[in-house]
């Protein structure tokens, strides 16, 4: 089993900055793939960001809106996975989702979500 517990979140204004935090116990050693989800009102849950654990199998993704905004960071020591969110905007506004996927369990697991309002 893991476990995700995100921080981090917050209101900030347009153009701020924010970073997300997500520090994982349990089976970690299990996991591969850690990144970032998001869900705005209305709308599905999208993928923002993931990276792999690191070695020569490599993985980095971003949703293209926050492509040279948003940087996802990882410390396997840690067991923590960090988003740096520059230059907000009101379209980043959504709750989000942290989650970690293990070749262990074969499966998904999920933080309990952390708000990001952007807003004048």
């Known amino acids: 089993q893991v476990q995700l517990v995100e921080s981090g979140g917050g209101l900030v204004q347009p153009g701020g900055s924010l970073r997300l935090s997500c520090s994982a116990s349990g089976s970690t050693f299990s996991i591969n793939v850690m990144g970032w989800h998001r869900q705005a009102p209305g709308k599905e849950r999208e993928l923002v960001a993931g990276?792999?654990?690191?070695?020569?199998?490599?993985?980095?993704e971003y949703l293209d809106s926050v492509k040279g905004r948003f940087t996802i960071s990882r410390d396997n020591d840690k067991n923590t996975v960090y988003l740096q969110m520059n230059s907000l905007e009101p379209e980043d506004t959504a709750v989000y989702y942290c989650?970690?996927?293990?070749?262990?369990?074969?499966?998904?697991?999920w933080g309990q979500g952390t708000q990001v309002t952007v807003s004048s």
């Open positions: 989650y970690a996927d293990s070749y262990g369990s074969r499966r998904r697991y």
């Open positions: 990276i792999s654990s690191g070695g020569e199998r490599n993985y980095l």
